[in-house]
């Protein structure tokens, strides 16, 4: 029986043992919505994992952050993090994938880079006035990316530079952003405007009740494509993720889902060079944890 499309697209790769960058803006999205290829193509080929956003930031918290941690169970930003970076680690050891953190701070958590004039006092009874997103679903998922982060954006950038050359002739896995959190359209900005050969993924498990931003999908030529294979894996894999899996999948249930991927038309491996969407851009929201 011939491949399907995408199954083509990826074997031609790996059969060229191309490096595969596979960008996760947190730490949990590569498996959440990648975990079945991951395993696949990792046996094949050289296939790195890049969290991006991996840490968090003393106190004060906003009180999005604050009921982030209720959801975790946890007392402490940094503490939680150091967990989910080892988390992590485990995961990643079983799929036998190379790692990267980038040690961006994540946004439930990231500051403004200077304070507001005459903020200073109140920043520490009112911490949101000092923070980039104040709030998760007033801000941090509205699918824009605040102009106060074009400084986070050149980093994701320059991550992706020094981790796949363009001389490498490398793949990226990317995020669709579906859900519209800001860490997932920064980093969806930042492959799109690499210039590398990109393919999409579906962001999982928020393509479940949210749909893709449709004009960026025109824009780059994209088409879907299911991925079905090694799925049977994958929800062990997704509940090493600890301190996320039982705020994720309340009741432990992880849906057995296809991954979803975007390739270019007919599967050329066409490099995307169009202008990527300036800071500002939207995209249909889902809640969740970050």
């Not at 036998?96 to 958590?109: K, P, Q, S």
Request: proline share 8%.
């Amino acid at each position: 029986m011939a491949d399907d499309p995408l199954t083509g697209f990826v074997h031609t790769l790996v059969g060229s043992c191309v490096p595969m960058l596979v960008l996760s803006p947190h730490l949990d999205d590569a498996v959440l919505s990648c975990g079945a290829l991951l395993g696949w193509a990792g046996r094949r080929a050289p296939v790195t994992v890049a969290s991006l956003f991996t840490e968090a930031a003393p106190p004060p918290y906003t009180l999005s952050g604050r009921q982030y941690l209720k959801q975790t169970r946890s007392g402490d930003a940094e503490e939680l993090f150091a967990e989910r970076r080892a988390e992590d680690l485990r995961v990643l050891e079983l799929l036998g994938a190379e790692w990267h953190h980038a040690g961006l701070v994540d946004g439930l958590f990231r500051r403004l880079p200077r304070p507001r004039p005459g903020t200073g006092g109140l920043a520490r009874l009112l911490p949101e006035v000092a923070h980039v997103y104040p709030t998760y679903r007033l801000h941090l998922t509205r699918g824009r990316v605040s102009a106060h982060d074009a400084e986070t954006l050149r980093a994701v950038g320059e991550t992706i530079e020094a981790l796949l050359p363009a001389r490498s002739g490398g793949l990226v896995l990317a995020p669709l952003a579906v859900g519209g959190h800001a860490d997932h359209v920064l980093v969806r900005t930042a492959a799109e405007r690499s210039g590398r050969r990109v393919v999409y993924y579906s962001d999982f498990p928020y393509n479940q009740s949210a749909a893709a931003d449709a004009e960026f999908t025109r824009r780059n030529g994209l088409v879907a494509r299911a991925w079905e294979r090694d799925l049977d894996r994958k929800a062990e894999l997704i509940r090493g993720y600890r301190t996320q899996a039982d705020a994720l999948f309340p009741g432990g249930r992880v849906p057995r889902a296809p991954e979803v991927y975007l390739v270019p038309e007919a599967g050329s491996g066409t490099v995307s060079r169009t202008a990527a969407r300036p800071p500002g851009t939207r995209a249909r929201t889902v809640g969740g944890v970050p």
